[in-house]
């Protein structure tokens, strides 16, 4: 990391997350990228070039080739535009790669998108879609949809762990708590565990409550080298740590289940990277696709040992006053997940809580923020470190 130049956050930009009748997708792109470069103060004549997260839009609107798209729709050609993917990933990634531009000398100024629209595809055909993250071969091709693939994982936990089906439920409720507070939130209502209990199963033991929705949205930020970013904006976000690891698409080449093997190795490079432990981490924004991978997240970067994600969330640990805040934002449960728009909402998350800006749902004193962004059943997992730069 050290030859690398140090690179900071310096606008956001979101659409509201939900159901969007009235924008198209590259109507929702555009609207994240014009907030984002109003907000950081630049004209937007100044990027250098962008990165577009993106999964699936050829299955979900019929649209491909984002990168050119997103930079015609914005008036910027003929800048270099790429589009990143990498699953449920894809913001993640594009948000390292939009780093790694500037660390490595390349750029001065980029911007980094994420864009999903689908809700314009039936529940089944979006489900066919998604399952494409998984290994067509050995489980879509089955029937195996990633809300069965994270039943599986939730099973195996509850035997090791004796994790139960009330403290994933509470991650539900924690989540949808937060997002009350959330102007972007697909679910701006509170929840109780009983109304979780009762929604009805999805995948035994995953039920409607403990999973992420089906949402359309867009996610945009501008990154800067920090000499510039320090120049351009009062509050830059720096960026001190970004990671990125693999593992087998199916579940059946894992070694374990009980564990994300990616987000293990990722966090353990952040870590390394950052010379911080977990505990010098005062929020999270992690991946909670379903309730129960919120718990392997918690437990795989370190914060809980395994086995202890369940009660830690049942207690209030990882509630917005707690040890740890889990998920400020209100998470995918919360917020809605349109896959290609996550990982950079949760940068965007980072920056708004960073610089004190994030209202009902603000964590007291947070200083350091991580983000964790999952691909698939685990295939991929990107993560990124966040510490305020007060300019003096
Ligand atoms: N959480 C809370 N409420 C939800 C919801 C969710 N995940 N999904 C739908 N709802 C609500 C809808 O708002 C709607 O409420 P209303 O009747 O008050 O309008 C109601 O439940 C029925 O919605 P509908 O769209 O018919 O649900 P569905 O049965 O078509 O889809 C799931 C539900 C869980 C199957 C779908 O959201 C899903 O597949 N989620 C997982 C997405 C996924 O795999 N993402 C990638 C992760 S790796």
Redesign the pocket.
Known sequence: MSKLRRVAMIGAGLTKFGEHWNLSFRELGTEAAIKAVENSNIDGKEIEAMYIGCMASGRFVGQEHIGALVADQLGLNPIPSTRVEAA?ASGGLALRTGYLSIASGEHDIVAVGGIEKMTEVT?AE??FA?GG?GDQETELFHGA???ALYALLAKVHMKQFGTTEEQMAAVSVKNHKNAVHNPIAQ?RKEISIEQVMKSGY?ATPLK??D????SDGAAAVILAEIGLAKKLCENPVEIIGSTHATDSLALTGRKSLTELNATKVASAQLFHQTGLTPKDIDMAEVHD??SIAEILAIEDIGFFKKGQGGPATEQGKTALDGEIAINPSGGL?GCG?P?GATGVKQAAEMFQQLRGEAGGRQVKEAEIGLTHNVG?SGATCVMHAFRLMENR
């Open positions: 449920c529940t979006a489900g998604l993250a949809t990633f809300p679910f999805v409607l409550l999973c992420s929705p089906i696709c379903f449960k997940h896959v698939g």
